[in-house]
């Protein structure tokens, strides 16, 4: 399959056609039609401002299951490979899902249709088993889920709904079965087809061709389409409601009315995004849900140019979102990112597919401008000044203070319904770098013991090339990134590199950010006791989680006290709770280095409760050395995992440390 020109400008568009309408239908999903129209009439846009209706903070950029199950479950397509069995999929769940935390809505077994498959996966019920009819019923099995979270994976097939609905099936399978399976590959076959099928109705017949032809959700389709054929979308949302409404499909989010709802909007826009959002938000039911299916696939359909068609008429869709996003999930480092970011890692993934060439790669810059419009997140938080994609680099208005988030910022450190885990992206020791046109300094913010962010600039201001490495911050994280321009100025990119060099502990002004990250994947990490990081796991492994994906070659170490523990230990490269090295303590009487789940080597090493050892991995390149005490234990060689943050972990038990110390490896010797 052919990779066109504008392909990846057309994933971005997607990425954006889905955030931007989950954003849109968050404040009233749920609400029936009735409701919508009686209190806020047809939606044309967001509406997060509203007191009377918005969620908590009113904030429109918020945490979202739909947003997180799309956009980290594909990371199986980076792991396993570009054609992932259902059981891949499933692992990169467990990899990345952080329990009772992040990515599912957490409703329980039974009742949640993800929360049950992942029970089902954590009791070693592998997929699709996990998400079968024959073992979690009819019910459970066809609610809306499959079809919420397959646009990242059709993303990577443009033009090829075949391949697309084939994927989205085995990524279904983890957690639906039945007529959610049908409707998953609709709806990935329709975002496939988006990027070279310019007819909304020829589009619709293909994706419903790669169904069975009596299934429900064929017949659905066409029954609405007929149905929409006299172009009145109420109309046909009434018709809907009576014959496939929540009153004949059971469970709280049924996949049948909602899948629906998504082929009203598409029939009755044509694909044209601001009509399509008014019918999809304005019927009602899983309007986050169905809002992001219909956005994802308008996007692709009419690129970017249809997103921005409204903006003549002040219908801003992408200005308020400025390409922010969250992914909340084990690998903490890429919990805060954006659109853009987002778009180009799923780009390179389909270019792969299709053998082309990647359009980025390890030496591209984290925040590049390069898609039209693209700001990554950056918007100036002193200075009354513009800031906007000025083809290719963010040009900024005048004197200001410009950044980007790359932790959890103020505004979303108390987000509602979906909890915000992450780890910053940027530590000190790493080196800033960017390119600038105009005088600028760089700059970070950083959290305080009040919680709130503190701005320290490079000392040295300039223009062109600009590099500065992140100085000592007492422990407390970084939560922005930017620059301070003294008038208007061109950021061409900025980028960082370098491993951190950073003591982390219980920073001398107190606080609670610093614990925040971390990501806790464990039982229990209290604030109230002496040691900074007293963790509690009740059964089975829980790790303590901070650093970024990007970190290669570093040794980290860390004093650990078990108290009454199975096994204590230090990770390294981690990438998620399945996907990393630790050195373990274990069974009272051995060492061992593990990679992930499995045993790279052992050795006879006593230890007691209540005395603290100090633990130590160093990483580079394949090889993998740990230490006890200062003693050599584990030298090996090992390629599975090159990069990952960092984590102590605990296995049925309790377990206290001090600090962690993280240093580059720098030496010629180590590096051999």
Request: aromatic share 8%; glycine share 14%; no cysteine.
């Given at each position: 399959m052919p990779i066109t020109d504008d392909y990846t400008e057309r994933v971005y568009a997607g990425v954006l056609g889905k955030i931007i309408a989950v954003y849109l239908g968050r404040p009233f999903e749920g609400w029936t039609h009735q409701r919508i129209a009686a209190e806020l009439g047809d939606i044309t846009y967001y509406v997060n401002d509203r007191r009377d209706v918005a969620l908590k903070n009113h904030l429109l950029v918020v945490t979202d299951d739909d947003i997180s199950g799309t956009f980290v479950f594909p990371r199986a397509l980076r792991d396993a490979g570009?054609?992932?069995?259902?059981?891949?999929?499933?692992?990169?769940?467990?990899?990345?899902?952080?329990e009772?935390?992040?990515?599912?809505?957490?409703g329980g077994l039974g009742n949640s249709t993800e929360h049950t498959a992942y029970l089902r996966m954590k009791a070693g019920i592998l997929p699709p088993d996990s998400g079968s009819i024959a073992l979690n019923g009819t019910v459970v099995a066809e609610q809306v889920g499959a079809q919420i979270f397959v646009e990242g994976f059709a993303l990577t097939c443009p033009g090829d709904p075949a391949a697309a609905a084939d994927l989205a099936e085995r990524a279904a399978r983890v957690s639906h079965d039945g007529e959610s399976i049908h409707a998953a590959r609709v709806v990935a076959a329709l975002v496939a087809g988006a990027f070279t099928e310019d007819k909304m109705d020829a589009l619709l017949d293909t994706a419903v061709g790669l169904i069975p032809p009596d299934s429900l959700i064929a017949r659905i389709h066409a029954d609405v389409r007929s149905w929409a054929a006299d172009g009145d979308w109420k109309a046909t949302r009434a018709r809907i409601d009576e014959r496939y409404g929540y009153h004949r499909y059971g469970g709280n989010c049924h996949v049948v009315p909602n899948h629906a709802i998504v082929i009203a909007?598409?029939?009755?826009?044509?694909?044209?995004?601001?009509?399509?959002?008014?019918?999809?938000?304005?019927?009602?039911w899983d309007t986050d849900s169905n809002a992001g299916n219909v956005g994802a696939i308008c996007g692709v359909f009419g690129g970017l140019a249809g997103l921005d068609a409204g903006r003549d008429t002040g219908t801003d869709w992408r200005g308020p979102v400025a390409d922010r996003m969250y992914l909340p999930t084990a690998d903490g480092g890429a919990c805060v990112t954006d659109a853009a970011r987002e778009a180009l890692a799923l780009a390179d993934l389909g270019r792969r597919r299709y053998g082309a060439e990647p359009a980025t790669g390890e030496a591209a810059p984290r925040f590049g401008f390069t898609l039209p419009g693209s700001v990554h997140g950056f918007a100036a938080v002193d200075g009354a000044t513009d800031v906007a994609n000025?083809?290719?680099h963010l040009a900024i208005g005048g004197a200001a203070t410009v950044v980007t988030p790359v932790f959890i910022p103020p505004e979303a450190r108390d987000m509602p319904i979906y909890g915000l885990v992450g780890s910053p992206a940027l530590y000190p020791g790493q080196t800033v770098r960017a390119r600038v046109d105009g005088t600028a300094r760089l700059?970070?913010?950083?959290?305080?013991?009040?919680?709130?962010?503190?701005t320290v600039e490079c000392p040295v201001a300039g223009t062109g090339e600009l590099a500065w490495t992140v100085p000592d911050l007492g422990g407390q994280p970084v939560v922005a990134v930017g620059v301070r321009t003294d008038g208007p100025a061109a950021l061409h990119y900025l980028t960082w590199d370098g491993e951190p060099d950073v003591t982390l502990t219980r920073p001398a002004d107190g606080g609670t950010m610093w614990r925040r990250a971390w990501v806790p994947a464990v039982h229990r990490f209290d604030e109230r006791w002496p040691e900074p990081f007293r963790i509690v796991q009740n059964h089975g492994t829980g790790m303590l989680i901070t650093g970024a994906r990007e970190w290669h070659d570093y040794t980290v170490t860390a004093d650990v006290t078990p108290h009454v523990a199975a096994g204590v230990g230090l990770a390294a490269r981690v990438q998620g709770l399945h996907r990393h090295y630790a050195l373990e303590l274990t069974g009272r009487d051995t060492a061992r280095l593990l990679r992930g789940d499995t045993v790279l080597a052992e050795c006879p090493y006593p230890w007691t409760f209540g005395t603290t050892y100090r633990l130590g991995i160093t990483c580079s390149g394949d090889r993998i050395r740990a230490a006890v005490d200062g003693t050599d234990l584990f030298d090996v060689r090992d390629s599975t995992f090159g990069c990952g943050g960092?984590?102590?972990?605990?296995?049925?038990?309790?377990t206290a440390t001090q600090r962690v110390r993280i240093t580059p490896v720098s030496s010629s010797e180590e590096r051999q």
């Open positions: 570009l054609d992932p069995t259902s059981r891949e999929v499933g692992a990169a769940w467990l990899d990345y899902i952080v009772d935390t992040s990515v599912l809505w957490w909007a598409l029939a009755h826009s044509g694909g044209e995004f601001n009509r399509a959002m008014t019918v999809v938000n304005t019927s009602g000025g083809g290719g700059v970070v913010q950083a959290y305080t013991g009040d919680d709130e962010p503190r960092v984590a102590l972990r605990v296995t049925e038990g309790r």
